[in-house]
């Protein structure tokens, strides 16, 4: 994209007077153009949205067809591809209505609507496991699913348990929440979940945990790990956005900060997303900063931002502010790409390494 | 026939065609005895003294495909949760012992294993209880390989009566066939021992494809109700499926069934429960058995019962579930997975053939399980995956 050239600005010495105004990324050609520009880079790279609650919302509908559209909903085919959406993380909701319900049987549950949704959308959805799968699913004009992020609840503290789900699809887990990732970090056997995690190439996610467990699962991981749904505690105080000093220690190891398009998490507006954006980049770089929709999820999102259509919109208020082609692509695809190749890498280099047998009562005894 | 000879022809042929097996405990001992430490209880060797099971003995034994359970007891706090333990434990047996154990789904997995020489490895689920009341729950384990579901196993579940509890539903609800009717879509085999003989019949009724009996004999032979009455036998041939003969003592020996039920009764006389396993229990147990010594079943029992079911069902619809590791006491001469020969050497005496031992062996429980994917196939034609609940077809929980 050769136009694009025009848009990088001159190289300047820090600190010499340019004698440019301040607001020097400031794109001031007028919306529709920019717009029109948003959606050339996402037709090149397209957005890998890290959260949806979608197979929690399908299980509420009597009926419904994605392939048509579906107005009860934020998420169906036309509207990915408007949106140009090539890959979605579907989250396992667990928490059973009748209360009753138990986490493994959820998660199963969840998995084999996962599966069954995707099977009857053959022409706009496509399972996958690797990021070689990914890249297939898009050169067949499919959106790729990866099954996950699912609560840690899910494996009822048994490894065994991860290893099925895993085999069954799932490549994200959420470690808050959990006896082994509480408020003073991960404990022996919460080690050995990371572990065998990494040998299996499914990803850790430390939303929402408490910084011991994120400060340990970071150095623990063989490979990234992700924030499903965090945005920048410096720019609103909500518990499940990262302080600066974990985002910069996630940034360290190349782990990925996945912005949950939230009015809670980010504010109500595209510009307050933008500036979470902007501050992850600076923070923990452009390498690290990621975009969790959140749609389906029951969740207030910004104006403008409603559901996953809207992707240009945001896509357009960053190149405006003068995010460069390089990091566009990074945040929407390539920083996914990357993380789920490492995963599949790291999984492969770890093979050598048996199933791991250890149970939670043998590694957490009390002393 | 000479003993020696007979046993030589049996070894013979299950060269050829090796013992398709519907039932083994391996998984649960493994899970009981070593917490799953595969290390600890390794059984590329002889593993006799701690368990029935092990590569050597399975190789001495002609066994050429194993249906693992993955079993878990109804006491367990969660059975969905347990029974993906078990799940795991037999995948990573398969990666353990590449070169003995095959991962097989289908029968052309299972042809495969035989001309490979390896042991073809399948999972079956014994008891609805592993799925909690929850189809999707059912279509989970099916990917993840499970190719039969016991509907019961000791205790009914809400949907199914089983052979050993008081009669509830009296068969199958409407949820229970709509379960019998998706793993019939799935293909996944629907095995009727340890149910009521009520839920046989509702669950011949309804399924559309082979049903099998993991691990059942004759109750003609013996009138024990974990065994098959004649009435259920005489349907097999119609439905196509197949009886696998247990070797279970205390189900196939009259002798032993009466014991059981004297020794039962002599705990309830002393005040205790007849499954207490508490010291002062055993105590009481080993004194009524000095008493009582245990009738002792042999290979000879298992073959009348075989005689007898191959009269009722014929030759197309037997087949062998020996329950190792999965019961305590074994017929002499079936000591371990290593006696399978020792059985086919009997009935060789007895006057079957070749012929009939293949289709014992191997080709029934192969032509069932081909027969389940081929009806499968078919219903995934017109028929999705089904979001039935048992609330919505039985009622709410309780009114049953």
Known sequence: MADLQDDIPATVEIGADDGLPDDLFGDRRPAGELLERAHALLAEHPVADGYSGLPWALRHLPWYDLELGEAAIDTDVPRLREGHVGALFWSLHLSGETGGERAVTAALEQLDLVRTVVESHPEGL????????????????????????????????????????????????????????????????GEEVVREMNRLGVLADVSGASPATAARTIALSKTPVLCSRSAARARRPHPANLPDDLLAALGEAKGLC????????????????????????DVA?????????????????????????????????????????????????????????????????????RASHARITELDAAP | MSAVAALDEARALLREFPVVDGHNDLPW???????????????????????????????????????WSVYVSCEEPDPVAATLEQIDCVRRLLDRYPADLAPALTAADLEAA??????????????????????????????LGVRYLTLTHNDNVDWADSATDEPKAGGLTAFG?????????????????????????????????????????????????????????????????VAMVTFVPKFVLQAAVDWTV???????????????????????????????????????????????MREVAGIDHLGIGGDYDGTAFTPDGLDDVSGYPNLLAELLTRGWSKADLAKLTW?????????????????????????????????PAGTG
């Open chain 1, 126 to 189: 496509r399972l996958v496991g690797t990021a070689g799968q990914v890249i297939d699913a898009r050169n067949c004009g499919r959106v790729a699913v990866v099954p996950g992020p699912a609560p840690g609840a899910a494996l009822d503290d048994s490894l065994g348990i991860l290893r099925v789900l895993h085999a069954l699809g799932l490549r994200v887990l959420t470690l808050a929440g959990t006896a082994w990732a509480g408020e003073s970090g991960l404990t022996r056997f």
């Open chain 1, 258 to 281: 996945m912005v949950p398009l939230t009015a809670e998490q980010t504010g109500p507006a595209v510009p307050d997303v933008a500036d979470h954006l902007d501050h992850i980049r």
């Open chain 1, 285 to 353: 770089g452009p390498e690290c900063v990621g975009l969790s929709g959140t749609y389906d999820s029951g969740v207030v999102h910004p104006r403008d931002l409603a559901d996953t259509s809207r992707y240009p919109h945001l896509i357009a208020e960053l190149l405006r502010r003068g995010w460069s082609e390089t990091e566009l692509s990074l945040l929407t695809w390539r920083n996914v790409q990357r993380v789920l190749r490492s995963a599949d890498f790291t999984a492969r280099a770890t093979q050598q390494r």
């Open chain 2, 29 to 67: 001992a493994l899970r009981k005895q070593a917490g799953y430490d595969l290390d600890a209880l390794d059984i590329a060797g002889d593993r006799s003294g701690h368990l029935h099971t092990d590569l050597p003995r399975l190789r001495a034994g002609g066994v050429g495909a194993q249906y």
């Open chain 2, 114 to 143: 035989r001309r490979e020489g390896r042991i073809a490895s399948l999972m079956g689920a014994e008891g609805g209880h592993s799925i909690a009341n929850s189809l999707g729950t059912l279509r989970g384990l099916y990917a």
């Open chain 2, 177 to 241: 066939r709509e379960v019998v009717r998706e793993m019939n879509r799935l293909g996944m085999l629907v095995d009727l021992s340890h149910v009521a003989a009520t839920t046989m019949r509702d669950a011949l009724d309804a399924s559309s494809a082979p049903v099998i009996f993991s691990h059942s004999s004759a109750r003609a032979v013996c009138d024990h109700p974990r065994n098959i009455p004649d009435d259920v036998l005489e349907r097999l041939p119609a439905n196509g499926g």
């Open chain 2, 262 to 308: 004297a020794a039962d009764e002599n705990m309830r006389a002393h005040g205790l429960h007849h499954l207490d396993t508490s010291p002062e229990a055993m105590r009481v147990h080993r004194a009524f058995e000095e008493r009582n010594p245990r009738p002792v079943a042999t290979v000879s029992t298992v073959a009348d019962h075989l005689d007898h």
């Open chain 2, 363 to 395: 080709q029934n429980a192969a032509r069932v399980l081909g027969a389940a994917e081929d009806v499968a196939r078919d219903l995934q034609t017109t028929r999705a995956s089904s979001l039935a609940t048992i609330e919505a077809l039985d009622g």
